[in-house]
C-alpha cells in the first residue's frame, strides 16, 4: 500500500476550516491537526470542537500550541477584555476591531516549522477572501507572498505548499460544500462572543447565518439572537 | 521635543543582536526590545544576557514571548536532547544540525505583531548571512520576501520595515563596530552547549572566537576550550 502524503490542516474547530479539513480528507492525504490558542475569549469552546472534529475524521496526529502571548500584544477586541466586539456590519468597508495583529502569518509559520520538521508537503488553511471580514492576512495576495517567504526561509530539499480551497467561496458555497462532503457542521463553532450559546450578533455568527440563510438550509448549532434582517 | 520613532529589535542576548541594539541606540529611537525563548538549550543563560543588556542600554520596554511548541516540534539538535549538538566545521556547506525549522519566520511574526498593535516603524534583526552557519532563513532573499509578505499581510495603514544593519558584515566586523558604539559584548551569551562557560567548540562559539581572532581582539567572555586553531 502506498503511503499516504502527509500534511497539516489548521482547524479552528470553526465552520470554514472543518470544511477545509473535509476537502483535504477526500482527497486521502494523511492529516495532521494544529489548533492554536492564541488567547481569544472562547477558546475554550473552539478546542473542544476542534477534538470533537479530530475524533469524527479519525485524526491522531493532532498539535495544540498556545500562542497566548498575542494577547499581551494586544490591539484586538478578541483578545482584549477592554474592547468590546463590535456588532456585525457586513456592508462597511473597515477592517472590524476584531482583526488580531498577523495572526494568521504567526499561526501559518508554526505550521511550517511543524511541516519542515515531519516532512509534511502541504498546509490547508481555510481562509475565505470573498464573502470575509476584511482582515488583510485573508486575501490572496498574502498567501502568494508567504508561499514566496515559505521557498526562501526552508531548506532547499524542503518543499511546502499553502493550500487555500476556501479562498474564493462565498459562505453559501463553503456550507454547499460541507453538506456534500457530510463535514460535521454541528460539531463546529464559530462566535467570537459566547461559549454556551452562539451569540447571532458578532461578525462570524452573521457571516455564518447569511450563509446559512442563502445557501437555504438550516444552521444546526443554537444561537441566543437570531437577527430579524437574515 | 521630537518624539522618538518607535521600534523593536530583537535581542537573544547574543553578541550580534546586542551589536544590532547599539547600532539601533546610535540612532536615537525609542527601543521595544523583543527577547524569545523557543525552548533552546541554554535560555536562562540568555535570558540574563537579556536583561543586562537592556538595564546597560535603559530599555524599559521588553517583552519575553516563550515559543516552547518549537521544542515540541523539534527538528533541531539546538532543542532535542536527544540529538548531540554538532562540533564546528567552519569549512561545510551543509546545514547545521542546531538550524531550527523556521526560527526566523516564527520570531519575525511575532514582532510584526508587537510592532502593528504599538505603531512602531522598524524592527531590527541582527541576523547574519556572511560568514554565518548557512541557515536559510538568514538570507537577504529570505528578508526580502518576508518584507513583502509584511506588505501583503497588515493593515494599509500599518508600515513596518525589517532592518537588518549586519547582514553583510563578516564577525570581525561585527565586532569591530561593537566595540565602536561600546556595546556591553562582556555581557553576551552565545554559546549553545552551556551555560556556565561558553563550550568553545559548537557552532556559535567557533564563529564568535574566530571572530575575535581576525579582529585582533580579546573576546571578554570565559571559555571552557579554547580550540588551538584559532
Known amino acids: 500500500m502506498k503511503t499516504k ?20 480528507h477526500s482527497e486521502f492525504y494523511d492529516i495532521h491537526a494544529l489548533h492554536i490558542n492564541y488567547g481569544q475569549k ?31 500584544i494586544g490591539g484586538s477586541s478578541l483578545l482584549d477584555t477592554s474592547i468590546e ?33 515531519i516532512k509534511a508537503t502541504k498546509i490547508f488553511i481555510g481562509a475565505v477572501q470573498e464573502d470575509s471580514s476584511g482582515y488583510p492576512d485573508c486575501r490572496k495576495d498574502f498567501f502568494d507572498a508567504f508561499q514566496l517567504m515559505i521557498n526562501q526561509g526552508t531548506k ?13 467561496m462565498s459562505k453559501k458555497e463553503i456550507i454547499h460544500t460541507g453538506n456534500n462532503l457530510n463535514a460535521p457542521l454541528h460539531l463546529t463553532w464559530s462566535c467570537y ?12 455568527c452573521a457571516l455564518r447565518l447569511r450563509g446559512f440563510a442563502q445557501a437555504e438550509c438550516i444552521d444546526p448549532i443554537d444561537y441566543a439572537i437570531v437577527p430579524k434582517y437574515l
Open 156 to 168: 532547499p530539499d524542503t518543499h511546502i505548499q499553502i493550500i487555500t480551497p476556501l479562498l474564493n
Open 42 to 72: 472562547t477558546e475554550t469552546r473552539e478546542e473542544q470542537s476542534f477534538n470533537d472534529i479530530c475524533s469524527y475524521y479519525s485524526i491522531d496526529n493532532r498539535l495544540h500550541v498556545d500562542i497566548g502571548y498575542l494577547k499581551h
Open 5 to 24: 502524503e502527509k500534511i497539516i490542516v489548521l482547524m479552528s474547530g470553526g465552520m470554514d476550516s472543518t470544511v477545509c479539513a473535509a476537502i483535504a
Open 85 to 117: 466586539i463590535s456588532k456585525a456590519d457586513l456592508l462597511s468597508k473597515e477592517i472590524p476591531n476584531s482583526y488580531v495583529p498577523f495572526r494568521n502569518a504567526n499561526m501559518l509559520c508554526i505550521a511550517v516549522s511543524w511541516a519542515e520538521a
Open 193 to 204: 462572543g459566547s461559549e454556551d450559546k452562539a451569540c447571532g450578533i458578532c461578525d462570524s
